[in-house]
């Protein structure tokens, strides 16, 4: 018998060279899914943001048990209304009470805010309220239905350290007492003197700096002056260099104190920071998972000695690559991550198949890997992957010369070979059974649309849910705005959102959305010009001016330019209309992109939550194109091997290459059937590569071919499962991948039924 001990040093070698490179493993921050700089719907959100502020807000939900648009609760929303109009970083906060309510009076446009003064006695209270309420544009807009949930936003307000450093100073300076002291006077005349600077136009750079610049000097005479602004300026480069956290963080305390009501927080990038955590969570439990399932599948190869072995040598594959990915300075990120999956698929796959040499190894090896660099062009994260995954390969490569010789090593069952007859295969029963049952399960599964951030954050896998996916879940439920969308119209040049053209395109795309269940609700730059229309002219409602200069005349008599910009651009060269979802629409804003594709003078679909989408619908599509190929090749390799030994190991590989070309074009199709579901299209595919393969070996009796259907497609969908029901949380789909993975453990192992061959 070969010696295992050469096999095993060299492992261990490569284990111990590894490990010090775990101290250089470092995360990258980036996220699951991305789309590339130069893609057209992250320009468009990009261009959103930067003239409209977008979705770029944070966003304070304040609940209590009562009626919140009463005296008391009301109260309550401005106490959180004035602190976040005070929050440095901030600007632009809208609550219910605030918002202009259109009306005529005596011919005459007025524009008024009922609910401004909060001491108002019942009866008039009463009045203000049905008008904001009954009011087309802030119906549902700020308080929920029962009216126990009210929304208070605030746009953030991107600047540098320089420019919070001065609204800082600018603020302290606003407090009475803090301006007349000592410390007050001397700072004041600092920026008193770097105002009038600018103003005459005596400098090189904006007050901001010069504010800065002389503030600079100031602290260094030292005193206590020095230390207030030493603090003062480390707090705004903190709050500069995240400011969505800064912000939130800074608020969280303020807006606990207040009594009555809780006050929970939301914004796009605190939504982002959680789906990233859920979603490394998900992938962590998932390799352990695959970890624990491979010691219990493989334990039937050899007891407890071969889960021992399995265990072991899993987790030397995953620490030998983690550690040479900190070598190379390869950061971790979802894509690195794959590459670990990748390996450990690889070591289930050779355990299974036991190639007996080193040619058979390499060959087989080199096989599993192709899915992995199919379809996957360009540098960056994606070639991290290939570093990641050719690394896994050879850690896997030797972990399985070890396992051969660690385990004892089965003789494969030979079957005499007949001449191919797939119309012999396709008319067993168990075979068409199967194959129903599978497809009937996948497609109802299926999920071909995308993720609902909103539904993958509200049950977290463990501990408490934290203030963010609680915000998350309240609201989408009250809302439907924690997957929202806006539809852009950017017509690249001043004035183009005022002409009728615009204005006709951007109402005609919200028609087109009407009717879509993903969709809740609809607010418009184009709505708010039909309600200034009817409240003017007295048209009906739906009805849009015939001119541009018209719809100039109504925004002078209008006079309130910055309660617009969530809908227009300062400009007008670019208008907004406001798409909030149905609780669970959020999944489906991946195929909703594809009506309104990014474009000039035509709505487009954008928004944070929308380029998620779409770039998780594209990456899976890539995935999905290696993992067809993949589960293709594991099902050619494994039916092949049932009728041959161990030594024409060769012969299964020629065999499985018609196999692995259907399987790739079939992949290459399903970049375009989303609405097939991910899931059916990838069943179908072992469907018809089994169909091949079949036609390669002699039909075998209906209890064989049964339980091998029933172990070629059951385990990788069970896994599948698994993955789905990690991510999703969802009971009813581990339940279904549970019951999978019982009908494969009942089956016989392919090709390794036997005796252990003596020594």
Known sequence: MESLWPRLCLLVLVLAAAVPGLRHLEEDGARPFALPAEDPLLLLTERLRAATGGDDLLVALVCGEGELIGPNGLAAVDSVYQRMRLQIGLERVQAVHVMPVLSMADGVLSVSTPLAEL??????????????LRDPLLAGQFVAEDGR?????????????DELFERKVGQSLADAEFRSSEVGQLIDREVSGARMAAAFGDLGHSAAEEVALRLKVLQQRGGAVAQILADWRVEMEQLAADLDAGVRASLAADLAAIPGVEVLLYSAGAMESAYDRAFKEGLGILIVGLVLGLALWVSRLGGARAAAASLLLSMVILTSILGCMGHLQVPLHPLSMAGLLS???????LVLLRPQSWWNLVALGAILAAPVLVGLQGSGAVWDLRITAAIGLVVVWLAVLVWNLVVPTVVPERHSQGRPNVLKALRSVPFAGVALLIVSLTMLLARPL???????????????????????????????AAAGAFLVLDGREPGAAARPAELGALAAAQTRLQGHPAVRSQRSWSDFIARLHAVVAGQPEQSLPESAELVEQYLLLFGEPERLRPFVSED???AVALVRTAPGGGAELGFLSELFPPSIQQPGLAGQAVVMAVAER????VMLLGLALSALLLTGLLVTRRGVGAAQTSVQIRLTVPVAVASLALAVSAQSAGALGSYGVLAGAWLLGIMGTCAWQESAGAKDRFEELAQLLLLPFSLLLVAEATVFRSMGLAVVGALCAGLVLRAPIMGQSGKPEAP
């Open 618 to 621: 594209r990456t899976v599509k």
């Open 572 to 574: 007008r060269s670019l």
């Open 450 to 480: 995308g993720l609902d951030p909103a539904a993958l954050l509200s049950q977290p896998v463990w501990g408490d849910a934290t203030p963010t996916v609680r915000a998350t879940a309240l609201l989408d439920r009250q809302f439907g």
């Open 119 to 132: 001491g108002l006695e019942n009866q008039a209270f009463a009045e203000a309220r049905q008008r904001v």
């Open 149 to 161: 949930c009210a929304l208070v936003l605030g746009w953030f307000q991107r600047l540098g350290s």
């Open 343 to 349: 390996a450990l698929l690889w070591f289930v796959v």
